[in-house]
């Protein structure tokens, strides 16, 4: 029976290996980013979304056979349409709100908390979402290439979770640079087959003949409506789910903020303007269609890979950077719900330790919780793209209406030019159009799964402010401190043998209190008695030797050998037995060296603090009095 408890020395070595060497507060300016540093980070999301929101799109339209590859252009200019609003929109929203925050702030300071906070649930949810489809549709695309692979889906989306979690705790500046690389690779691959694609059709007169045979078309099973044109729309809507990201990341880019933030989002958007219209363009010209997910499945990309080029060297380094951009596009979630979580928690609806920034100036908590919602999530859903899809894009395009409804208000207080007021206006219309528009279209289908949870993480982060403000208004004082009547404390000090640990504890309580008080729980073992026969030669008659008043044992029978059942209950009744002083409790504990060596001591002291914070009040103290191994 030992009090002496444990340590943990880190290899910091180790840490920092893994993790990266601690920063300074001073070194936060030189982790500031660009424009070039910008793109991975905060458009990786909107970038992928093009290697699987045309296909979405497509995949509807398989019904309609070869007269359904006509319609995916005329949609994805209607897309295009609402992209250019939500561009202009947000490029509003950075300038005005260069703190970042994007739909939350903007809703909260222009429509009201409640606004603001159903923003910032609908994109909490739809971040957690985002990671989760993005790294499940880069399994899924590399499961379909290597079918043995199948079997190891879930673990190898949580393989890529561990890595994406980990580059983003070393800093932004890391992740930036560490997703560089399979960003550009992506665009500069998916950009020349465009260009070689827009090259041979045109130059055949719109009719190119692909390089490599495609599959052949269905026939049609079904005809146009307008209902299956706009749950066309709404599929192909999960193209724009990355477009808040910059607004909200805002203070990540190096001064002039709002101006880098601004160019890094046209550049974004330009981006995925020039690649969704020219997949659609490519995919009417060479009439391409999806195929069945279920049988013979090959992805849209692939089939305009092997008609413009063929299946070469091109073809495979392409599909490698699309498997490698799909699986790492959760970075997007990832650079921006630590810092919307970093937001709200600054304004109390969230935990504290959620606007703090870790050993690399980064919002740890933020990144490792959004790490554990989406492992959750991709474990509850086997980490099958097909059954998370349903989910997404709600939380975003409700943000975005919020977003600019907002901004309209801010525009009216300000009073702003008519211009500001009309892009902002025609932002909100659509993007609640569209927001009604895939909630209907996917409401069976898993979106009442996003509904049934937005209000519910809005109801919790009330429950967090609402605690703070209790807290806040129980401690709060404005009086002068009483120092009148002050009793010192009864020292209690739980002691299992004599040693030089429990020596020290002792030494310590008589510097807190004359009145000291040695606990020793007697479980009927040979050396209570040689112990209990000891006590005076080793504390009794030194203490009165140095003109203190003796330490009292207290010897606390234990039939049934429990040793902290007997102490807390010894306290509690001190306590109520001595109402006009404080009990401070010393408790000794040995520190270890190593972190392997916490495994060989009981843990007696962690628990007996634990039980009397639970069960203890305002007059219970705590002390503890550590012992460091030197071996």
């Not at 509807?60 to 056979?65: K, M, N, R, T, V």
């Not at 252009?73 to 490029?91: C, D, M, W």
């Not at 260069?98 to 009201?112: C, D, K, L, M, Q």
Request: a neutral charge; aromatic letters at 10%.
């Amino acid at each position: 029976m030992s009090w002496v408890e444990f340590g943990d020395n880190a290899s910091m070595p180790l840490l920092d290996l893994v993790f990266g060497r601690p920063l300074a507060s001073q070194e936060e300016r030189a982790q500031k980013i660009g424009s070039v540093s910008g793109i991975p980070i905060f458009g990786l999301d909107a970038l992928s979304s093009a290697a699987y929101g045309p296909e979405a799109a497509l995949t509807l339209l398989i019904p309609l056979g070869a007269m359904g590859v006509a319609y995916i252009l005329p949609v994805t200019v209607s897309i295009l349409v609402l992209l250019s609003i939500l561009y202009f929109s947000y490029r509003q929203t950075i300038a005005a709100y260069p703190g970042g925050g994007g739909s939350y702030t903007v809703a909260r300071e222009n429509i009201g908390t409640g606004a603001g906070l159903l923003a910032a649930s609908a994109l909490m949810i739809d971040y957690v979402l985002t990671a989760a489809v993005g790294i499940s549709a880069g399994v899924g695309a590399l499961v379909s290439a290597v079918p043995s692979l199948q079997p190891h889906t879930l673990a190898i989306c949580l393989s890529i979770l561990a890595v994406i979690t980990i580059v983003n705790l070393r800093g932004v500046r890391d992740s930036g640079l560490a997703f560089i690389v399979p960003t550009y690779l992506f665009v500069g691959c998916l950009f020349t087959m465009i260009g070689v694609g827009a090259f041979k059709t045109l130059a055949a007169g719109g009719h190119p003949v692909p390089v490599e045979p495609l599959p052949a078309l269905p026939p049609a099973t079904a005809t146009v409506s307008l209902w299956l044109l706009l749950k066309v729309f709404s599929s192909g809507c999960t193209a724009m789910t990355g477009v808040e990201a910059v607004s909200n990341g805002v203070k990540a880019f190096r001064e002039p903020t709002a101006h880098n933030a601004r160019r890094t989002l046209t550049i974004i958007i330009v981006i995925l303007m020039v690649l969704l219209a020219g997949i659609a363009w490519l995919a009417t010209a060479y009439h391409v269609g999806a195929t069945d997910p279920e049988k013979n499945y090959e992805s849209v990309l692939s089939m305009l890979l092997r008609a413009v080029a063929g299946r070469g060297t091109f073809y495979y380094a392409s599909i490698a950077s699309i498997l490698l951009v799909l699986s790492l596009s959760a970075n997007t979630a990832f650079a921006d719900f630590p810092r919307l979580c970093r937001i709200i928690a600054h304004d109390g609806y969230l935990p504290r330790a959620f606007a703090s920034t870790g050993r690399r100036l980064v919002y740890s908590h933020g990144i490792c919780g959004l790490a554990v919602l989406t492992g959750g999530l991709l474990i509850l859903f086997g980490g099958i793209t097909d059954r998370l899809i349903p989910l997404y894009a709600v939380g975003a395009f409700l943000a975005f209406t919020l977003s600019q409804a907002g901004m309209v208000q801010h525009w009216r207080r300000q009073g702003g030019p008519w211009h500001n007021i009309a892009i902002n206006g025609l932002g909100a219309f659509s993007t609640g159009v569209t927001t009604a528009v895939v909630l209907t279209a996917k409401f069976l289908d898993g979106a009442w799964v996003t509904v049934l949870l937005i209000p519910l993480m809005l109801l919790g982060m009330l429950w967090v402010r609402n605690h703070y403000q209790k807290v806040a208004t129980e401690i709060s004082s404005h009086d002068p401190g009483d120092f009148t009547k002050i009793q010192s404390p009864i020292a209690v000090t739980p002691i299992a043998n004599w040693n030089k640990v429990s020596e020290k504890a002792l030494r310590f309580a008589y510097t807190v209190s004359d009145d000291v008080r040695a606990v020793y729980v007697s479980t009927g073992d040979e050396s209570d008695g040689s112990f209990c026969t000891n006590w005076s030669a080793y504390a009794e008659v030194p203490a009165r030797q140095a003109g203190l008043r003796p330490p009292r044992l207290e010897v606390l029978d234990s039939p049934y050998r429990w040793v902290l059942i007997p102490i807390l209950n010894y306290v509690l009744e001190l306590e109520k037995e001595n109402p006009d002083r404080p009990i401070a409790v010393i408790l000794p504990e040995m520190v270890e060296r190593h972190w392997a060596h916490y495994f060989l001591h009981n843990q007696r002291a962690e628990v007996l603090k634990t039980w009397l914070l639970l069960r203890g009040n305002r007059r219970i103290v705590l002390i503890n009095v550590p012992w460091y191994l030197k071996a």
